[in-house]
């Protein structure tokens, strides 16, 4: 016997939740989760509250799902990094990529995992923790691979892994609240130059 299904109400024709998902990272990386009202986020997305709450969730659910999204996309430039054949090179690229995800042309300014919700109300609470187990998720990994390097003999012994993962996180973020404030690629290039100064010769 054939069964037809319904599509689930509300949701339109031709509705593309890539697309939606895409536009909404936009929107509280613009925003931040509080800032962004519901009705900001499905105008954005072209879609119902009810399409919303079919295809994603409810709000919370939808930023998590943005967090994954802007991973994967913007912020891919942290897995590309940990490839690179050296320490420094980890590094250097890091923040390169950080750079130009933080002023890319055509998205907001800035880093949605930074200042998505710095500061937050009770409502916003799993938000910003969420974002907080992700910018220490970042550094999680910058410390594993520099403890590999310091093993192989690529950072010179007594190199703190871990504090270097947290120097470069630190770096990292301030590059996005100064992009923020309108800083551009070229003089955010020049601090993470003055930054990979410090960093151990081998």
Known sequence: ME???????GRPRGFDADEA????VHVFWEQGYEGASLTDLTSAMGITRTSMYAAFGNKEELFRK???RYSEGPAAYLGRALREATARQVAAAFLDGCVRATTRP???AGCLGVQGSLAAGEPGRNARDALVAWRNEGVVQL???FA????????????????????????ANGVAVQAVG?????????????????????
């Open 3 to 9: 069964i037809h299904r319904k599509a689930p109400a």
């Open 21 to 24: 998902l895409e536009r909404a």
């Open 66 to 68: 943005a967090l994954e």
């Open 106 to 108: 055509g998205c907001p």
């Open 143 to 145: 410390h594993e691979r």
């Open 148 to 171: 590999r390097a310091l093993d192989e003999g690529d950072l010179p012994p007594g190199a703190d892994p871990l504090l270097l993962a947290r120097y470069l996180m630190t770096v």
């Open 182 to 202: 309108g800083a551009g690629s070229d003089e955010l290039h020049r601090v993470t130059d003055l930054a990979l100064r410090n960093w151990p010769p081998t």
